[in-house]
């Protein structure tokens, strides 16, 4: 019998609208297109996957019309027992090539179309990796076991080998090379699949890799433990003026206050000094300072979360950055702005709790004993779930190139888990390995994914594209930020970890502050107060 989640608050829509984030890309011209395939449209490929059963599936097709941005393309879609969804676009001009975009959260749900991938004529795969649910709830895991297993690792092999003979009965060839790129629980999928089946993919991007399970879960129930400790809660003003004391220290040490602490090496906690915040006593007197409570709760999220029972089962403390106030950030997912039981990482380890660990969909994760007291359940989920494997010398020497990224100002999860995980799978596979197949950014000022005051859009498809087919490595690429209407108010170099993109431009000037000319991938180090270059923003 399946049992279903029920919630004590409902869902955040923006945690849900960051779930479904499509992939960081926005079009450009198409890729060129293979002269053999090309003549296949949207329309012939539909006609000859629709009704068939092919790769274990019976195929629905319809050919769906171009709208807005997205060209027109054939929707495949198909079940493979006993309950994994799969769907598959194909473009009216195929380029020959695969691209499987992962999911996010607990999965769940077919992921929305990628339309600047389908410009270019990749044929789209997606999954809702075996289970269906809102991306939110890990109920499925609790009675069953192979949907477990293929959210944690199963479903992304078992689409795949249906995918491609689906696209071999639409063109008759094969594709020539074929891609995984996901974000979050997309960028575990992406890890997972580079660690467990190396041969899979040409090229794979890990963006924002949720691939530390057991541990990021563990510094989510730490951290919302320490909210709901007595007097821990943080309203959305003591929120800002959190973002305020830390832009105030930090902001200038990259050469540019504008927002973005990009150079966080040179953010000691010498230069923040956060007791500087201290409520006069340690108790709440307003929203001008922070009780002792809530300084433990910045603590809490500062420091590494550690816990028995592996070296991985671990979660790096997050960086103070300044965009604590940005609306997709501290507030939606770490503290609730005052209601930690409405924060995005509360409801995440609370459902895992529930449904993993306690294995009782009654359990309060406020109650559940310290996480490493229950090594049975942390083995079981790291198991199914972590991707924290390191040595990936089987993908490498299968030809695969890796592509990581992580926004900087992530507050789910930490980019500093991310830069230890490149630190240990280089000491794994080796510097000259390491640097001839696999490439790092860090997007400073960027939120989970997407957003925030970063420039948070860089084309890393086709920079993976060039990489496998031209044998072109990338080097620093270029970030831009959009606005609402799609118009870019921001260009910065998106710099290999640990560069870091200096303002170099001249002083108080903002339309220069908003061109990559003015920014140089820099070292990071200590800038002394004197050598801070301050421009307008
Ligand atoms: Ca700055």
Redesign the pocket.
């Known amino acids: 019998m399946k049992i279903h989640a029920t919630r004590p608050q409902p869902i955040p829509a923006a945690v849900l609208a960051a779930l479904s984030a499509p992939a960081l890309i926005w079009a450009q011209a198409a890729t060129p297109v293979d002269a053999k395939t090309a003549t296949i449209t949207a329309a012939m490929a539909c006609a000859a996957l629709g009704g068939k059963t092919i790769g274990g599936a019976m195929l629905t097709a319809v050919v769906v019309t171009a709208s807005g941005a997205a060209p027109v393309y054939c929707k495949v879609n198909g079940t493979l027992d006993p309950s994994l969804n799969l769907e598959i676009r194909l473009p009216d001009a195929w380029n020959g090539k695969l691209y499987y975009g992962g999911g996010g959260g607990y999965d769940g749900l077919i992921p929305p179309l990628n339309v600047p991938a389908l410009v270019r004529g990749y044929a789209e795969v997606v999954s809702d990796s075996g289970h269906q649910g809102d991306g939110m709830s890990a109920d499925f895991a609790l009675s069953d076991t192979f949907a477990a297993q293929l959210f944690g690792s199963l479903s992304v092999p078992t689409v795949m080998a249906a995918a491609l003979k689906v696209l071999t009965a639409a063109y008759g060839v094969p594709p020539t090379k074929s891609y995984f790129e996901g974000c979050s629980n997309g960028g575990r999928e992406a890890l997972m699949a580079v660690q467990r089946n190396p041969n899979l993919f040409d090229g794979v991007i890990a963006r924002a890799p949720g691939y530390n399970w057991v541990g990021f879960m563990g510094a989510f129930n730490r951290t919302a433990k320490a909210l709901a400790a007595p007097g821990g809660a943080l309203s959305s003003a003591k929120t800002a003026l959190l973002a305020r004391h830390v832009r105030d220290a930090c902001?200038?040490?990259?050469?540019?206050?504008?927002?973005?602490?990009?150079n966080p090496a040179a953010c000691t906690p010498d230069v923040l000094h956060l007791g500087g915040l201290r409520c006069p006593g340690g108790g709440d007197t307003g929203d001008t300072c922070l009780s002792d409570a809530q300084l433990a709760v910045v603590q809490t999220w500062t420091t590494d979360a550690i816990f028995a029972g592996s070296s991985t089962y671990r979660s790096k403390g997050y960086n103070l950055t300044g965009n604590e106030d940005d609306p997709m950030n501290f507030g939606i997912w770490v503290s609730g702005d005052g209601d930690v039981r409405k924060a995005g990482q509360y409801l995440f380890q609370d459902t895992t709790v529930k449904y993993c660990m306690a294995r009782d969909p009654k359990a309060d994760s406020l109650r559940y004993s310290p996480w490493d007291q229950n090594q049975v359940a942390l083995y079981a989920l790291a198991a199914l779930y972590d991707a924290t494997q390191t040595d990936i010398r089987p993908f490498i020497k299968a030809g695969g190139k890796l592509i990581v990224w992580h926004g900087g100002s992530d507050a789910a999860l930490s980019v500093n888990s991310t830069i230890e995980y490149m630190a240990n799978m280089e000491k794994a596979v080796g510097a000259e390995n390491a640097a001839a197949s696999t490439r790092f950014y860090v997007a400073p000022g960027v939120d989970h994914c997407e957003g925030g005051v970063g420039a948070d859009k860089t084309d890393l498809l086709t920079a993976l594209d060039e990489w496998v087919t031209k044998g072109v490595g990338p080097g620093t690429l270029s970030a831009q930020k959009l606005d609402a209407k799609g118009a870019v108010t921001l260009t910065q170099p998106l710099c290999q970890y640990p560069l870091y993109p200096r303002?170099i431009g001249p002083a108080n000037n903002a339309a220069a502050a908003k061109l990559a000319s003015s920014y140089a991938c820099t070292s990071p180090g200590v800038a002394k107060q004197g050598e801070l270059g301050v421009a307008a923003k």
Request: charged fraction near 25%; glycine fraction near 24%.
């Open positions: 902001d200038g040490l990259d050469g540019i206050v504008d927002g973005i602490v990009a303002y």
